[in-house]
């Protein structure tokens, strides 16, 4: 039985345009994120709703502004990202590595966080409304943002 290849587009949240495309026998949206990631792809604005992102290494990705509400990044790597202004409402980041993780200004309401290692994150501005937080590790982190580091 052939294998056929399959296109995964990943599309700015508001203008459509095709941030990145990635062609793979049986590609997933998963390996589309972890390919553009390796390949220093800013995949800021990104419509990434409802992604299975599921224990994906995504350590320093460029995902400022990116809509990840719903998404599942259970165990995903995302330390040093740039998450700046993006919106993780009701995603679940359990057990997520976010340390390091600039996340100012983020919008966590809902979101499960439980188990999430947060050291040395930049949570200022960020909206934790009703996020879950047992058992999250939380030492060092930035609740006030420094206006000398916009990168």
Do not use: C, F, W
């Amino acid at each position: 039985m052939m294998m056929m290849m399959t296109t995964i587009d990943i599309r700015h949240q508001y203008t459509g345009a095709v941030l990145y495309t990635h062609t793979a026998t049986g590609a997933t949206v998963r390996a589309a994120v972890e390919a553009a990631v390796r390949g220093s792809i800013n995949l800021r604005g990104a419509d990434l709703s409802g992604a299975d992102l599921r224990g994906a290494d995504l350590r320093g990705a460029k995902l400022s502004d990116a809509d990840l509400r719903d998404a599942d990044l259970i165990g995903a790597d995302l330390s040093y990202a740039d998450l700046r202004n993006a919106d993780l409402r009701n995603a679940d980041l359990s057990g997520a590595d976010l340390y390091g993780v600039d996340l100012y200004g983020v919008d966590l309401s809902y979101a499960d966080l439980r188990n999430a290692d947060l050291r040395d994150a930049d949570l200022s501005g960020a909206d934790l409304s009703g996020a879950d937080l047992y058992g999250a590790k939380l030492p060092d982190v930035n609740t006030e943002h420094d206006d000398d580091d916009d990168n």
